[in-house]
């Protein structure tokens, strides 16, 4: 059995979600549940195998190539019964160089992109930065779900030549889990314009209760036609970097399983002058994608699964005032505040300086995101019983 209720002192070791808002002057005793790293150790098997590289001590040039994707091949197989062939893995260093990759590989300056709203940060930074037209299509929210608005998004593309459509499945920051349907007629689209589908799965192994994660491509075999329009057109992003607490590590993989595609990826890859991702990323990722990690994986989405819970119950019992949008998927919460209405900016500081909980705010992911706040619940429930009554307190 896995403590995930252990307290890990993560301050003075640079980690991102804890000095970086020290070095703002944020307080010490401010609860950070931002950021979407966890704040429980790795797996006991990647320990090792990274102690086992440190014993070792060689860290020259680096390519586990046969067992690395292996391990890879047989994770999706085992997991997902998804079949990937070894030449349709492109390694990266991350999935967000992997979605700048994208863009620049399959848009030209000022071309269009299109991204929803709300949608996670970087989709509009790397599109922004690479110079390339945002077009924003608005979730709909239904009975505290959000849904993809379709004949919005087919107008949009039309309107504005789009060329890549970037999509996040499951859906950070708000919990969606799309279904078989869903990611057909969203194919449909994209096939019948043209449009590359940049899909970021990297939070697919973080789906809970009846909700299954569906692989893009996956969603459409039954379809051969469409299947074999949309894998022209398919990127899909994967990583082990949520599931294992891995985001330092720096390791990605990107699956594509058209051959062109894959070649145009690779070659605006190696214009960047990167070779090969780390030595202790590679042993890493060998050492999640195994039984053994699979074991632990279990046992992080029992414990995270029955913190969403807690949330919802706290929530519903002591601050009914905040509404929890149904996370059907990843272990980020996205709450309604607008009851309170508050701003944006109103709504962090009074959590941040009054509370002393520092949540996401939600318009970093787009001006549907006012008024709504992310909460990271990858941490222990002492942690997220604390921050819950500390926001309860503030809006008495
Ligand atoms: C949807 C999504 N994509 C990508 C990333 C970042 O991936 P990486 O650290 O591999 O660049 C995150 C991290 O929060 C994420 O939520």
Redesign the pocket.
Known sequence: MINFDKIIDRSNRGARKIDYPLSLGESIDTIKMW???MDFETAPCVKDALKDLIDYGVFGYTDFDNKYFDSVINWFHKRYNFEVKRDEIVRT???????AMAVKAFSKKNESVLIFNPE?V?FREVTYLNERNIIESNFKLENNKYYIDYDDVEKKIKENNVKILMF?SPF?PCGRVWDKEELIKLAKICVDNNVIIVS?E??MDFVWGENKHIIFLDALKDNKELYEKAKKLTII?T?A??TFNL?GL?V?NTIVKDTALKEKIESEIGKTGYHRISQPAQVALMAAYTEEGYSWVCELKEYIYNNILFVKDYIKKNIPKINVIETEG?Y?MWLDFRGYGLNDDELQKKLINEAKVHLDNGLKFGSLGNGFMRMNIATSRKNIEQALIRIKDIFK
């Open positions: 950021i979407a790293d260093p991350g999935v967000i160089f992997a979605l996670y970087a996040c950070n970021d990297i939070h992003n990583s970097s949520k985001a720096q990605a990843t980020l």
